[in-house]
């Protein structure tokens, strides 16, 4: 019996209710509905009194979850779609990264942000926002791109003092599958090596992941061994994996599906090219996004982000330099 990446979710969130009383769970039609995405589905019935409605306010939300976890609570905020969640920047960045900082009061808050596109989302449904919010000191910031990562790190999630946004992508929701839950996870902040290679590094994360492994498949073929790095959390970035990847193969690209200015493959670029510049035989590359709004148009929105057919094309053109 296989397990999505969404009931993945769904299970980590059943369990962590289970297992200690301070963990509630608080969003927009996360009760009896189950959420926009069924992720709570019968976790109200199960849980009675910990699975709470929300008004249509992610500020009110977000602020009343800071308060719940200075108060000694452990929340769970589900936000629909990530891109809502800049209607409660201030409550993320000014209240709950800085908390800690001001007052020596921990604050383990989890936002669960539905993320990444889906074929006709378009510009409001789609957004990748990791980037903005790694940019904040205070917040710890995971992107699982497995179904065995979206248990084991939203449980991780859980567990930790810090504020947490859990940027699970939409797209991996039923598209991916696993055939049992984990046993053993890589702790908070350590990258996974998803494919071994000699030929060139490849760093991304959350859905990007799979498209960079079929990029890789098709150029197996043509004699090129691409390793994959899988960054799991961008916040810390653990780029110490990234450096002794490409300490081996001598050859970088980083892909990631939100936008290039101020990114997460900018920040991964700048970190290897002024650490490990020595490293390098090729000059780092990245493949981002396009730099404009969000198509609906599904041929549109295929074009608009990076897709394992531009993932190789891209890597071609770097074994070239």
């Known amino acids: 019996m296989s397990i999505t990446y969404l009931e993945a979710i769904r299970e980590a969130q059943a369990r962590a209710l289970a297992s200690d009383p301070r963990v509630f769970i608080y969003g927009q039609d996360v009760g009896p509905f189950g959420g926009a995405f069924k992720a709570t589905k019968n976790l109200a019935r199960d849980f009675p ?25 452990r929340p769970i905020i589900e936000i629909q779609f990530s891109d809502f969640s800049a209607v409660g920047f201030s409550q993320i960045v000014n209240q709950a990264a800085t908390l800690f900082w001001r007052t020596q009061v921990p604050c383990p808050l989890v936002v669960r942000l539905p993320s990444g596109g889906t074929a006709g989302s378009g510009p409001f449904h789609s957004q990748c926002m990791e980037a903005i919010y790694a940019h904040y000191p205070g917040l710890v910031i995971m992107t699982p791109a497995t179904v065995e990562d979206a248990y084991s790190m939203l449980l991780d999630a859980v567990a930790v003092d810090d504020p947490v946004l859990f940027f699970e992508h939409k797209f991996l929701y039923y598209h991916l599958k696993a055939e049992a839950l984990p046993t053993e996870t890589l702790p908070i902040g350590k990258a996974r090596i998803s494919r071994i290679g000699r030929h060139m590094t490849l760093v991304t ?12 498949e098709e150029l197996a073929g043509e004699g090129y061994e691409i390793e994959i790095v899988d960054l799991r959390t961008i916040k810390p970035l653990d780029t110490d994996t990234v450096m002794a990847s490409v300490a081996r193969t001598g050859r970088l690209l980083c892909v990631g599906e939100s936008w290039p200015w101020g990114g997460t493959t900018a ?37 608009h982000r990076p897709t394992a057919r531009s993932i190789a094309i891209a890597a071609r053109n770097l074994m070239q330099l």
Request: hydrophobic share 50%; no cysteine; net charge negative.
């Open 49 to 73: 009194g910990r699975v709470l409605d929300a008004p249509i306010s992610e500020d009110a939300i977000l602020g009343s979850a800071v308060g719940a976890a200075i108060g000694g609570m």
């Open 205 to 216: 994360y959350s859905a990007m992941v799979h498209e960079a492994l079929a990029a890789a």
């Open 267 to 303: 920040e991964v670029v700048a970190r290897v090219a002024a650490e490990g510049f020595n490293l390098l035989d090729a000059p780092p590359q990245r493949l981002n996004a396009k730099d404009t709004p969000i198509p609906f148009h599904p041929k549109l929105w295929t074009m």
